[in-house]
């Protein structure tokens, strides 16, 4: 996998295939003005801004191809269900799966994720048996694991992470036993930033025949991600956090494994043959695609996920770790500031607290200075009991972000601790 490394190493400085300035010409909201000021957009950990190329895509399918996949066989039906294929091969090859019968279109990750924890669950979870899940999950990657074990009176068990913000992965090791069922757990924390080394998870729990599911919602966006590589059974991300829109979401999964699970929607199009004796089930991926799906979403996001492959995705990862590194130095540099998560592996993220100043204040102060970050606990409410606080800053960098841009955050922080104190 090519997704982050080590900072130091990243000196080879790739080239995206356009200049900044045509890159952000090509996301209309990125000129606006916010309270009067330039809009310094930096909530892309919760959504990224959509390019024009996606933004006109959609607008030209509901003008000129819509109509329902599959299901029809006049002009239009066999326009859209085409377009819709191969979107599917577009997801493939972007994350290197095997084959495009194992992609999957949700309705975002959250979706997916509840997806196999249903019929994962339904099929090999019994009473007394683990799941395992790490202490740096977003919600998605807790709660539907939890409803899983209150459904099959199962046990959740929860790998820690170090001060730093790195996982124990001795403690993960000391956690597996005979009765551990899945392993779940983020390949990026949308909190801390940490690139988890997911191929090491994957191979130790492969070594006791466990499977894996590896959320990918805040490492899809950051550079290359290879499932065949990473081995992993199962893989989730949402369009909307990659430059796609909302509302759409992939599920990867082994097809052997897919092929064992049962649906877990019922419906049109999921199925082979119905009557009141019995019903059977469609191959895949059309089995875990019950009713109208969001095909215009699913061809959009290809569009989005073909604009990144275009600007060449090693260099939008080069280019969002160098911005990460002058945030950083940056923000360290404020007196009385703390960042949450050190992992030497990260994505662009940076969360953090000016003092003792609430973060709900220091984020309204940013807002009128045209700056947009997140504040809160995230939808990581454990992260935040881990270190004793009741949420933090998050600034969330994207490839179309600036210096100039990385530069206003950390005179905004400033200003803020100014009026503070």
Request: hydrophobic share 40%.
């Amino acid at each position: 996998m090519r997704l982050m490394r080590n900072t130091m190493q990243l000196k080879s400085q790739m080239k995206l295939s356009k200049t900044i300035e045509e890159i952000r010409a090509d996301f209309p909201i990125l000129s606006m003005k916010v309270h009067g000021l330039p809009l310094v957009y930096l909530d892309n950990g919760a959504t990224t801004q959509k390019p024009e190329q996606v933004i006109r895509l959609m607008d030209e399918l509901y003008r000129t191809a819509n109509a329902n996949v599959h299901r029809g066989v006049h002009f239009l039906s066999d326009i859209v269900s085409e377009k819709y294929e191969s979107a599917r091969e577009t997801v493939r090859a972007f994350i290197n799966a095997q084959k495009k019968e194992e992609i999957i279109f949700t309705a975002g990750a959250t979706a997916s994720i509840n997806a196999v924890a249903f019929s994962f669950g339904e099929k090999y979870v019994r009473e007394g048996d683990e799941i395992i899940v790490s202490e740096m999950e977003h919600h998605a990657n807790i709660v539907p694991w939890q409803m899983l074990c209150g459904r099959k009176k199962a046990n959740l068990k929860v790998i820690p992470f170090t001060d730093e913000g790195v996982l124990d992965l001795e403690a993960y090791r000391g956690l597996i036993t005979d009765r551990t069922r899945i392993v779940a757990v983020t390949h990026a924390s949308n909190v801390l930033g940490t690139v988890n080394p997911v191929k090491e998870i994957v191979a130790h729990a492969h070594r006791h025949g466990i499977p894996v599911l590896v959320d990918g919602a805040q490492s899809i966006q950051h550079g290359v991600v290879d499932v065949s590589d990473i081995d992993c059974d199962f893989f989730v991300f949402s369009g909307h956090k990659v430059y796609g829109p909302n509302g759409i979401g992939v599920l990867y999964g082994k097809e052997k494994l897919l092929n064992d699970l049962p649906p877990y929607q019922g419906g049109g199009d999921m199925v082979a043959n119905v009557s009141f004796r019995k019903t059977t089930w469609n191959e895949l991926p059309f089995k875990f695609e019950a009713g109208t799906t969001n095909f215009t979403g699913a061809i959009a996001l290809a569009a989005a996920l073909d604009y990144l492959t275009a600007l060449g995705r090693e260099a939008v990862a080069e280019r969002e770790q160098s911005l990460l590194e002058r945030a950083t130095a940056g923000l360290s540099s404020l007196r009385g500031l703390r960042i949450y998560g050190t992992a030497p592996r990260k994505v662009s993220v940076v969360s953090f607290l000016p003092g003792d100043i609430h973060q709900y204040d220091a984020g309204m102060i940013l807002d009128k200075l045209g700056i947009a970050v997140r504040t809160g606990t995230h939808c990581a409410q454990p992260v935040m009991e881990r270190f004793g606080i009741s949420g933090t800053i998050r600034a969330s960098i994207a490839f179309y972000n600036t210096e100039e841009e990385i530069d206003a955050l950390v005179k905004g922080v400033r200003k803020v601790t100014e009026m503070f104190d």
